[in-house]
Structure formats: structure tokens, C-alpha cells
């Protein structure tokens, strides 16, 4: 800590034109007054001619005191600060000095410079050094002739790309992202059941690459994986091809400059790309569900790196899918869907809302296998140019899933075993009747992509979805 | 960006915090046993008569050597070597 001796501070720095006006006033300051103290953030020999000059250029001093602007003149008694006079304001001074006809000839006031212990970044660097950064994982020392990347790899810290390494200080930088502190247990991690901290969260985040105002993105993200309905546990151990796939609502998609238009489930965009990874990460890290390990997936796919796109709200025809989901208007909120690879229905004719929906759901009968339902749930991402099929008949998002429902009903006879020379397909007790092809609730649609081109993308849900297995999760994002 | 060599855990913190090595195999029957002579002057006698003991006993052993003590193996020998061996005796050299 920073004892303060009764008397005037001044802090300064030589860059600062205003710092380097008042050299007369500082040395009028020391004659006049007994007790000046001059810290100088950036040249240990600045103000020449003046004693009682304190080399800051560690800033600890700038810092303890909460400085903003230099130069600022502080006044101490009975060793707490009585007084502060931010830039040059040739009354304050006088005013807090007690001296008269200070800085002669000088204009009366001038605005300061910024402190350079507020510069971009180093409030998060100097909490660090000093001390208050109050962050309590393990620190993990790796030595100079490391790379430090190379360690991370070494600790088994990756999903096979490279990491950001966690410092100290990305970590205090992306907890700048959130209001809830450091300490706060967002919750227990599968399969090891490692307690979570926002702090364990925020060192993830930072090795996945994410700027911290994605931060709170990502924390709703690992609420929603770890609500059992969600089932990350089973999830992470299944052979099937799943993983956590990531859907974000509401305004923060566009203040953090989320895609979901061209390319919305392709690479490019940071957030997208990043925040589907620290849901991976934190699962891996904390939780230690490693492929090969409890991660048992036959094959996998390449959205388990990370899988994270935002819903396309900007056509108000059809609502929000977080708006459908119970979340109030203007709210921004993540649903977390289990889901495999992406599937494209790649229709260029279709002009009238029926073709397309029998169109898509030929697709739709092949997930999963096309003599197996129900089972797996679907989430068809919808593009804008087949959604203006339906917004030109006027359908509502009901109507279109009521469709799908009744195109989805098939003759038994088609999927049992054996039937079309095929040995897999739903037990011949099940001959003569129908089958739906999916759960209540297990088909969604939500809205991504270019504004050219008549596709849409199917992205296959779990073998276990629903209560055997996992349903759909969406939480409010925080801040 | 060097500011720091200290790294946050981002982990469950439940293995320790220094890499364990790997345990050695409880016996060596049946392995494939790599002999590398890292070049070392008479490095070759005593890793030789090593190897010979080795196979007196009945084990399998495969021998190797590196072009210089004093730089690390060529990358291409080091993958020979993991890929044809189970194990491998080496030495390190001042």
C-alpha cells in the first residue's frame, strides 16, 4: 500500500505539454510549501530542479492513488487525502497549496493528459503487478525457453489448435467482460464434475480466442450445457456424432458482431468461431472429457471444435426462436441444441410453400437413418430465400412445423426391418400402422445464411434426444 | 505477447501441477527394444554391449544412431523410432 506523508502530491510525466508548462509552479510549490512530492510516470529526471522527485514509471503509485490525468495535485493531511485539482486550474491550486500568484504568465487553466496508468490495457497489467487481481487458479510456471503455446499443448490444454495462453493478465481482461465476480460457481462440469468458477470459465474463453464482451455469451452457454435436461454428460460419452451446438438471440448478437448471414456456419467471425469453443474447452478442461477418454464418438464431427452461429432476426415474419422459447423482447439468451454435422437441402424450384416443406422433409426422413423415428430431433437452418416462400404465403413458423408433422407421418410398412432390402429400420411389430418421424418438440427451425441462394441446412439431432436423452436448453445472457 | 510466463490453470486442478512422467513398462518381454547411439565418443561401446545383454536375454532390440551429440535427433529418426519401437534407452550428453 501507498502511505501517504502529509503534504502536496503532484503526479506528472514529461509527455504530458501541460506537465512540463507547470515546471515552474512545481518548483514554487517546493519552496513554498515543505512537504512536495512529485511522482513522474516517465522520465526519473523530470521536473529537472526540483527535490523530493519519486521515480513512478512502475506506476504503483499512479495507480493506488486512482490517478486518471496528469498533472494531478493532491493534498494530504493527518494522512488522508483532503483535496485533488485534476490538470491545471490555477485556483485549485492555490486553493490547495494556500500559495498565491502561481504560475505567472501561464494560461489559468489547461486540461491535462491521460495517465499512463490508464492506458488502454493497463489497468488489467498494473492489478496484476500489484497485486489485486484476486484470481485464484493454480498458476502454472513455464520457463523462459518454453513457447509458451507449445506448453499449453504439452498440458493437454488444446483441441488440437493452437490456444491463447492464459496470463494473468488476459484473464483480469476478459473478467472486464462480466459483473459477476471472479469467485462466483457457475456450476459443476461433466464428466469429472469439476467445480466451475466464472474465473476457470474466463481463462477457457481466453484460450478459445474470445474477446471478453463475449464472455457473458459464453458463461449462459455452459448454464445451458450444465441444466440436466440438456444431458452434456451422456452427451460428451456417446459414440453418436453429436455435440453442443450453440444459437444466439437478442441484441447482443449485433453489438458483438455475430454472423448469421453469409457463411453463418462457416468460419471467419471471431465470436461465432471462439465462443463455441469455450463451451468445448471448459468441457474438456474442467470437466476432462477428452476424445479418446470419456469422449467416446465413433467419428465425431468438425463442429465439436466449436459450433456457434446467431439466429438471422432481421425478416420479423416469423419470431425470434429465443422469443418462441419463453424469452422476453429486447432479452438476448443462447439455446443450446445437441447436434451432428450439416446436412444441405440444396432446392431451387420449389416456389410454393407445400413443395417446399414436402422438399425439405425428404431430407429431413434421412436423419438419423430413413427407417428410424422417432428418435432424433432436427434443426433446419432456414435461408432467406426459402424462408420468402413461406413469408410470401403468409405461413406462420406453427403452420410450417403442423406441415412437416403431416408429411412426416409415414406408413410403418416403409421402415420396418427389412423392408427395401435394408436389415435396420423400426421392429415389424410396429407393420400396418404409422410412425411420426419426430418427437413433439424434437423439430426446430431458426433462420441463418446469405441472402442469395435457395438452401437450407439440417443439422441431425442425438439418437437419445428428448427425455431418453437431451432437449433443447435457452437461458437468458447475463451480464 | 511475453508479459508473463505464469499461466492460469484452466483446468480441474485434480492432477498435479508438474507433468508426471510416463511409468515404465513392468516388464520388457515382448517389446521392441531401441538402442540409440547418440554419438557420443565410445557412446557405441557401452550402448553395444547393452543391447547384447538385451538380446542374450532374449529381447528384441532394434539400434540406432543419431548424426551428432550435440544437436537433437532428425526428426525423421525420432518418428523411426517411435513407430518401430515400444521403448528406447538413450543417453543425454554435456
Same mark, same amino acid.
Given at each position: ?479 | ?6 499461466? +492460469? %490453470? ?10 508426471? =512422467? ?7 518381454? /515382448? !517389446?521392441?527394444?531401441?538402442? +540409440? %547411439? ?10 553395444? =554391449? ?7 536375454? /532374449? !529381447? ?35
Amino acid at each position: 500500500m501507498v502511505t501517504l506523508a502529509d503534504g502536496l502530491i503532484v503526479v506528472a510525466k514529461r509527455d504530458c505539454p501541460t506537465c512540463t508548462m507547470l515546471e515552474p509552479v512545481y518548483a514554487r510549490l517546493a519552496e513554498g510549501t515543505a512537504d512536495l512530492t512529485v511522482y513522474t510516470q516517465d522520465d526519473p529526471s523530470f521536473p529537472a530542479g526540483v527535490e523530493g522527485v519519486v521515480d513512478d514509471t512502475e506506476l504503483e503509485t499512479s495507480y493506488r492513488l486512482g490517478i486518471e490525468t496528469v498533472p494531478t495535485l493532491i493534498r494530504v493531511e493527518d494522512g488522508a487525502e483532503s483535496g485533488r485539482a485534476v490538470g491545471w486550474d490555477r485556483g485549485e491550486w492555490e486553493m490547495l497549496s494556500g500559495l498565491r500568484e502561481l504560475g505567472e504568465g501561464l494560461p489559468d487553466s489547461q486540461p491535462g493528459c491521460g495517465s499512463k496508468s490508464v492506458e488502454p490495457g493497463m489497468a488489467e497489467t498494473l492489478a496484476v503487478r500489484f497485486g489485486d487481481a484476486k484470481l485464484m487458479a493454480r498458476r502454472i510456471e513455464v520457463t523462459e525457453i518454453e513457447d509458451e503455446i507449445e506448453a499449453c499443448y504439452d498440458r493437454g490444454w488444446s483441441d488440437g489448435l493452437p490456444v491463447v495462453p492464459p496470463t494473468e493478465v488476459r484473464v483480469v481482461r476478459m473478467l472486464q467482460g462480466t459483473t459477476r465476480g471472479p469467485q462466483d460457481v457457475v456450476g459443476v462440469i461433466p464428466p469429472n464434475n469439476a467445480e466451475c468458477t466464472v474465473e476457470k470459465v474466463a481463462i477457457n474463453a481466453v484460450m478459445a480466442g474470445c474477446k471478453p464482451e463475449y464472455l457473458p455469451v459464453v458463461l449462459a452457454a455452459v448454464e445451458a450445457a450444465l441444466e440436466p435436461a440438456f444431458c452434456m454428460h451422456g452427451m460428451l460419452c456417446t459414440t453418436h456424432f453429436v455435440g453442443p451446438i450453440v444459437i444466439v438471440n437478442g441484441p447482443i448478437a449485433e453489438r458483438i458482431g455475430m454472423n448469421s448471414g453469409v457463411n453463418a456456419l462457416g468460419q471467419g467471425n471471431r465470436a461465432n468461431a471462439t465462443i463455441g469453443r469455450a463451451l468445448q474447452l471448459v468441457i474438456r478442461n474442467l470437466g476432462g472429457g477428452v476424445p479418446g477418454g470419456i469422449d467416446r464418438a465413433t467419428l465425431g464431427n468438425p463442429g465439436k471444435v466449436g459450433f456457434c452461429f446467431a439466429e438471422d432476426e432481421s425478416n420479423p415474419v416469423w419470431q425470434s426462436f429465443a422469443r418462441e422459447r419463453g424469452i422476453g423482447s429486447g432479452k438476448s439468451a443462447v439455446t443450446l441444441y445437441g447436434g451432428e454435422g450439416v446436412m444441405g437441402n440444396f432446392d431451387q424450384l420449389s416456389r410454393t410453400p407445400e413443395s417446399l416443406t414436402r422438399s425439405l422433409a425428404m431430407s429431413l426422413r434421412a436423419i438419423g437413418h430413413p427407417k428410424k423415428a422417432p428418435g432424433h430431433d432436427a434443426l433446419v437452418v432456414m435461408s432467406p430465400e426459402h424462408l420468402r416462400i413461406y413469408a410470401a404465403a403468409g405461413w406462420s413458423k406453427a403452420r410450417v412445423l403442423e406441415e412437416f408433422d403431416e408429411v412426416l407421418t409415414i406408413p410403418a410398412d416403409e421402415m420396418i426391418r427389412g423392408a427395401h432390402g435394408v436389415a435396420e429400420g423400426i421392429p415389424e411389430s410396429k407393420a400396418g400402422g404409422t410412425v411420426t418421424k419426430f418427437r413433439p418438440g424434437g423439430l426446430n427451425i431458426v433462420r441463418a445464411g446469405g441472402s442469395a441462394g435457395l438452401m437450407s441446412a439440417i443439422i441431425g439431432g442425438w439418437g437419445a434426444s428428448g427425455e431418453r436423452g437431451t432437449d433443447l436448453v435457452t437461458k437468458e445472457i447475463g451480464t | 505477447m511475453n508479459d508473463s510466463l505464469k499461466l +492460469l %490453470d484452466p483446468t480441474g486442478e485434480t492432477s498435479p501441477a508438474t507433468r508426471e =512422467r510416463k511409468p515404465p513398462p513392468e516388464s520388457l518381454d /515382448g !517389446l521392441t527394444i531401441g538402442i +540409440l %547411439d547418440i554419438g557420443k565418443a565410445r557412446g557405441d561401446v557401452f550402448i553395444d =554391449r547393452l543391447g547384447g545383454l538385451m538380446e542374450d536375454r /532374449g !529381447l528384441t532390440v532394434k539400434y540406432y544412431k543419431k548424426p551428432t551429440n550435440t544437436r537433437v535427433a532428425p526428426i525423421d529418426l525420432a518418428q523411426t523410432i517411435a513407430t518401430e519401437c515400444d521403448v528406447v534407452v538413450e543417453a543425454l550428453s554435456d
